[in-house]
C-alpha cells in the first residue's frame, strides 16, 4: 500500500520560510517522479515544483527563486522548502508521486495535502 503523508505546514509571516516534508511509504521516491501540486477553494490544483528520478527539476513561474524542491532517499522523502512566502502562497499543498514511465502504465500517487497560511 502506497502512502505520501505530508507534514511541515503552518501559520507563518509574510517573508518566513517553510519546509514541507512528504514521507512515502509503498514507493521509492528515488526512482520516481515527485512533484508538489497546491490548490485553494474554488481553484484548479496547480503544480508548483517537480523533480524527476534523474534529479531535473522544475519550477512555476511564481515561486522560482524562492521555493526548492528535493528528496532524500535514505529517508524515502521528498521536500519542499519554502522561503519568502507571500499571502498568495496560502493554500492546501499536496505531494504526488508518479511511477516511472518505463514500468507501463504510469501511476499517480497523491498525499492528503498541509494547509499552509501566510499572514500579511
Known amino acids: 500500500q502506497v502512502q505520501l503523508v505530508e507534514s511541515g505546514g503552518g501559520l507563518v509571516q509574510a517573508g518566513g520560510s517553510l519546509t514541507l516534508s512528504c514521507a512515502a511509504s509503498g514507493i521509492a521516491v528515488g526512482l520516481y517522479t515527485m512533484a508538489w501540486f497546491r490548490q485553494g477553494p474554488e481553484k484548479q490544483r496547480e503544480l508548483v515544483a517537480s523533480?524527476?528520478?534523474?534529479?531535473?527539476?522544475n519550477y512555476r513561474d511564481s515561486v522560482k527563486g524562492r521555493f526548492a524542491i528535493s528528496t532524500n532517499n535514505a529517508k524515502n522523502t521528498a521536500y519542499l522548502q519554502m522561503n519568502s512566502l507571500t499571502p498568495e502562497d496560502t493554500t492546501v499543498y499536496y505531494c504526488?508521486?508518479?511511477?516511472?514511465?518505463?514500468?507501463?502504465?504510469?501511476?499517480?500517487?497523491w498525499g492528503q495535502g498541509t494547509q499552509v497560511t501566510v499572514s500579511s
Open positions: 504526488y508521486g508518479k511511477s516511472p514511465r518505463n514500468w507501463g502504465p504510469q501511476i499517480d500517487y
Open positions: 523533480i524527476s528520478s534523474g534529479g531535473n527539476k
